[in-house]
Nanobody
Framework: QVQLVESGGGSVQVGGSMRLSCAAS????????MAWFRQAPGNEREGVAL???????YYNDSVWGRFTVSRDTAKNTVYLQMASLEPEDSAMYYC???????????????????WGQGTQVTVSS
């Protein structure tokens, strides 16, 4: 069973930056897709960024150009570097993993079979 543990959340002012980390354990499939999702109170959970085993990346339009997803295969860790943060970015951020053989939309949540417990990000003005 894959285990995912997020860290790095907290409070930041508008325009600030923050880096989230997701440490994975329990698997050796480096080609697995890894993604970040977020959910704000009253909103549905939405995909933010995804990275594949080859390094291909996908982003939600709302964060494109501000967020960068990366992975350190040797450390089994995925990162989400967030810049120019806005109040609308405030949410619980979750790391998720899906097998590399799955086909479907990049952020199709049903395809992700492992989820972390989340880390809170609060952006204040």
């Amino acid at each position: 069973q894959v285990q995912l543990v997020e860290s790095g959340g907290g409070s930041v002012q508008v325009g600030g930056s923050m880096r989230l980390s997701c440490a994975a354990s329990g698997y050796s499939d480096s080609s697995r897709y890894m993604a970040w999702f977020r959910q704000a109170p009253g909103n549905e959970r939405e995909g933010v960024a995804l990275i594949g085993g080859t390094g291909v990346t996908y982003y939600n339009d709302s964060v494109w150009g501000r967020f960068t997803v990366s992975r350190d295969t040797a450390k089994n860790t995925v990162y989400l570097q967030m810049a120019s943060l806005e109040p609308e970015d405030s949410a619980m951020y979750y790391c998720a993993a899906r097998p590399s053989y799955t086909c479907g939309g990049q952020f199709a949540q049903a395809l992700f079979n492992s989820w972390g417990q989340g880390t809170q990000v609060t952006v204040s003005s």
